[in-house]
């Protein structure tokens, strides 16, 4: 009986040690790697990405060039209206095009990524897979892979390669247009359009770098991307009311080295507020502006001249609105004796960036000290002005040797003759130096905190009166302070007054909401996190910073406390944080 020849084993991929085993799953899925540093332009493919687009990996520079070199001219303005979408709208996305070879062969490429964001906020960068579908059959919806063209070597080829069909590049214009504007149209400050500009416009443009320069018809004010130069040429473009378009222009440094190519997109802005200036559009190397990118300039320049005139508008409310806030809260703060005392106030940064936070420390005429921390509901020069007046009256409720409860149950009359709809929340302590000894009452407003020194304290007793019992080095714990509700909403309510001491070392915490409120969190998970917070700090600064004085530990207490809201864009609430901390007997 004859033998069957047998068939040849079917040729099986070996293990390689030395391979990452991620590195490996991604080959196996024959895809690559690929990250998109969004705030430097640097790209980062692994080899398999760089075979998928053309370029040799020891060729590849890290810049967009190479990718945008390779991209189908048909898919060039389509990407571009992607990334812009996909940078505001953040998170995971997807995308699919076409590249040609040096061989003039096209393949399809799918690009499955994340827009990550940084510490600020912001687009920070971009991160995922390519993947080669060419042997997949064509996407549907899609025309197939045009036939196999030769590419002319020289840059901004794209006039060589044939065409779909249609003009998808006017309608991907006016999506990236629809995304500029969306974007735009929730940008309230300069800085915000200027984060618009940047996160969004830049990097769907493939543009190195961007240049805002709302004085560029002042020659003193400097510009830098690649110098004077810059500069000259935004002046121009303003002083003619001109685009201007320069395509691979030899631009000498400002430090006397040899000249560079680079390619500018430079754009007069006009608003509606008679502001004048320009924005640059910076590229590396030669590039060609056709007519469809130079109209889709154009545009964005427009856009983008009227929302600066709506930004600056914003600000100069936003000034005068700070200033106003300014001028209500206390210069300084009086010195407490035998006490620290650290302060800060952030406003808020939506609306008009003004509102009814306020603190105050009041000398009292028996020799004590008031400590008050209010919130007036709110946040417009009505909230401002309503707090001023509380404080006002506040002040010379407890001038005339009020209790705390008193004087709250007073100015809580006051403001709701004031026939206004706000109201405000408030704690006010009366502090007596020498001995620690404290009254208080509370309207509406958060618990203070009471963080613990190390030593128990010496208690009181009595009625209406606590015991500290803090034993537990740098315990962070609400004080028991019952309180009456809001100011202004009862003119007829009453506010308990409790009596506690203040140990040695011992620090009190009066804040206001806007220190905790955090979206999609409930009150109890905000509190809970920031008495840990302030638990942890003071015990590592405890034991990092022990020889440090108690009055440059306790701002860097403030500082950390108040760290996560300044990071905040935008801020929606007011911030007041005021520190007291009893010196510990020496």
Known sequence: MESQPQQAPQQRAAVDPTEPRLAAAARAARAGAYEWDLVTGDILWDDAACRMVGTAPEDFEGRAEAFFAALHPDDATRLAAATAEAIERGGSYRNRYEVVHADGSVRQLEERGEVLLGPDGRPHRVTGLLLDRTDEGREPGRPLA????????????????????GDPAASSADSIMLTLTRALSKAASVADVTRVMTDIARPALNADHLLIEADAHNPEHP???VGRAATEAMQRAVRDDQPLFLEGAAVPPDDGGPSVVRSWAVLPLTGTDDGRGACLFDFAGARTFDNGQRTLFTAVAGILAHALARARLFDREHQWAAELQRAMLPRGVPSVAGHDTAVRYLPGTTGM????????VLPLPDGRVGVVVGDVQGHSVEASA???QLRIALRAYAAEGHTPGAVLARTGRLLADLDTDLFATCCYLSLDPATGVIEAARAG???PVRIGAGASGTGVSGAGMTDTGMTDPGTAVELDLPG?????????????ETVTVLAPGETLLLYTDGLIECRGESIDTSLDRLLATVTDWTRDEARDEADSPA????ERLADHLVRPCQAQHPRADDVAVFLLQRRSCS
């Open 551 to 554: 009055p440059e530990r306790l």
């Open 484 to 496: 009456g509700p809001p100011l202004g909403v009862d003119p007829q309510a009453l506010y308990p």
């Open 353 to 360: 960036a003004v509102g009814g936070d306020w603190y105050d």
């Open 146 to 165: 045009p036939t196999p063209v030769v590419r002319p070597r020289a840059p901004w080829f794209r006039g060589a390669l044939p065409r779909r069909g």
């Open 386 to 388: 309503v707090m001023g």
């Open 445 to 447: 407003h958060p618990l």
């Open 223 to 225: 510009c830098a991307v």
